[in-house]
């Protein structure tokens, strides 16, 4: 697997397709703290949302980073195209993990809140960081060619999904009550948002709840999209 991720690693690198998603987020985090002081919560509920976007982009650019005639290449020597997926996965959301810490300790390393951020705070921002990029992760993987052949297409309902999952709670709160059940298929990152607007009111073990929703979500994402790609393999063998 090591040597699996080295080798997207080299080949993401040597496209130059990481640079403007990875220039735009780390300006814009920039900017955004450029004029402090800034809200604690509210300033890392942005900085998630942010990276949400463009951990979504980066995944969107790794699953489609090889050819067909090359991707038949790699999987004669990983030999299943699970590994091959799962890798493609793992590295898109390792790839994020520098952006997360960024996003994290950089204001609150140079005091740029009006106020510090305890060390709770801090944690549990970090692990919404994470969990945020590992669910764009798991949501984008389904808009690559090998559900939608339309580049265009992928995009534009890429783009529908991220503005859903912004608006999940207030779609839900729309929708009649048989089918309210239907909002929460909507990918939970909205949990982590409203949390983090409402901090100081929210208990400590409800804090934790949408780690473990996005979490979940992500894992039944990810075998769902995994059994269906390795069945479509076969299918066609």
């Not at 309210?180 to 901090?199: D, I, M, Q």
Request: net charge positive.
């Amino acid at each position: 697997m090591i040597a699996l991720l080295s080798y997207i690693h080299t080949c993401f690198i040597r496209s130059y397709r990481f640079g403007p998603p990875s220039l735009v987020f780390i300006a814009g985090i920039i900017f955004v703290y450029s004029v402090k002081p800034n809200p604690v919560m509210e300033s890392y509920a942005f900085s998630v949302s942010f990276l949400f976007v463009i951990s979504s982009a980066i995944s969107y650019v790794i699953m489609e980073l090889e050819s067909n005639h090359q991707e038949a290449i790699t999987m004669t020597h990983t030999r299943s195209i699970v590994v091959l997926y799962v890798a493609k996965l793992l590295y898109s959301w390792l790839f994020t993990v520098p952006f997360a810490l960024l996003a994290v300790v950089y204001p609150a390393a140079l005091q740029l809140f009006d106020r510090n951020p305890t060390v709770e705070e801090i944690v549990l921002v970090l692990l919404y960081h994470l969990t945020a990029a590992w669910l764009a992760v798991t949501v984008t993987c389904w808009f690559s060619s090998k559900f939608i052949r339309s580049r265009l297409t992928s995009f534009l309902l890429l783009s529908l999904l991220i503005v859903l999952t912004f608006s999940a709670r207030p779609i839900i709160d729309l929708l009649p009550g048989p089918l309210k059940a239907a909002g929460y298929l909507l990918p939970p990152l909205e949990r982590s948002l409203y949390v983090l607007f409402h901090y100081e009111a929210t208990e400590l073990a409800v804090k934790w709840l949408p780690i473990g929703a996005i979490l979940l979500y992500g894992m039944l994402s990810t075998a769902l999209y995994l059994y269906i790609v390795n069945k479509r393999k076969l299918d066609a063998v």
